[in-house]
């Protein structure tokens, strides 16, 4: 789980801090509202971005965004630096993980990465605060084991750094296993595009941003996986029995619903409804358990399941209630704070936030906003005056309704301003 993240010169975020106050951390859901062009999609793509540099394909994701490495930095600056700080909590292990990428030269010209365990028993992983670092020069571990490094390399040094060759312990390995496996666990689906989702497909690792692959996607689940599949859209959209993924020609797979109509009927994705392809793409991903961990029936045919199947711990959604009948969003949104996944998505619908308890509002909704030197700001929307005054006799969406975005956004700068004089 994402605990806290920074990030300085990308886009339109310059010195943006998620918890934006000292010692807050992130939970479970991260909800992002506010206006349009505030840069709430930019938060999901920077982190989808950092991610890329450790365990993705920099110039692959790049290029399915139609982007170049020069549009990652602010616009108005002429730095080539992104500075990164981020934090992941997993089990009993803090991660911390500092970067300075440059645009220019397409990596990172310093890594800073420390292991932080609460459990100093652990047969696996160090006992002890372990720290590994570079400046461009050579790679250090704390221990004292230092290498210097001769080759290039794109993004993250952790990205091409071979692990099993390193002269350190087998415990100082896995820390920087458990590090990558951090940012596996990052998924961006904030792309989701119906039209991709109805293409049939053939073989699937996993599904895209955009939903691509999804047939065959869900025809590669195990059948433990595709029952909770089931299961879920049910619960969501009644009438829907089944959600399976049918072979045609050519070894193509195509995306099938069986409803209850006049008995039982399948319906060929051609006919889906966009709300219902957004919602079987985000719990296929939620049910999806890396193939090295899940536990196959004796049912399960081994040459049919997916052999690569990733697992993912964090969700990245835009616009989550996009095509989807508010009354199916509550199911939803009630489904997702029950899923082990950390969710983090952006919503400009104040019926969406009437689903959140009071206490999760006020701990998981952030206001995303454009100060006066027009990069993004962030703020705990429920903390803002004029909006905690309303939630004491209002639901949540109805205080986010309440209020005027623009003005509460001046709001929360003039919170920020001021919180930066005190410091």
Known sequence: MIKSFKIDN???????QIPAGVGEKLGHLVCLVGLNGAG???????????SQLVVGDLSKWLSSRGWKRADLTS?????RNINIEIEFRVAKYTLEWKAVYNSQLGRCTREDLRFLPDDASSKVFPTGEVGYSHDGGAFKVSSGYRRDLLTDFEGSLFNRLKV????????EKMAIYLFRLCFEGVKSLELLSPSAMRRPSKKAVDVGSGGEDLAAFVHGLAKSEAASLNEAVAEIYPHVKAIRARNAQY???????EEEYFGNSEVDSRHINDGLLRVAAIVAQTVAESAVLRK??????????????????????DELENGINPEVIRSLVGYLHGVRQQVVFTTHSPMLLN???DNVANESVFLVFRKRDGSSGVSRFYSIPSVKSRLEVMGAGEAFADVSLGDISKE???MCRDSNSVG
């Not at 616009?75 to 730095?79: A, D, H, I, S």
């Not at 099993?164 to 415990?171: A, D, F, N, P």
Request: cysteine-free.
């Open 10 to 16: 990308f886009k339109a975020l310059n010195d943006f």
């Open 40 to 50: 709430k999609s930019t938060v999901l793509q920077a982190i989808d971005f950092v």
């Open 75 to 79: 616009r108005p600056g002429k730095k």
């Open 164 to 171: 099993h060759g390193l002269e350190i312990s087998k415990e």
């Open 251 to 257: 070894g193509w797979k195509r995306i099938h619903v």
């Open 296 to 317: 196959l029936d004796a049912s399960d045919d081994a040459s049919l399941v997916n052999p690569d199947q990733k697992g993912y711990d964090v969700l990245l959604l």
């Open 355 to 357: 689903y959140l308890e």
């Open 412 to 414: 929360a700068e003039g």
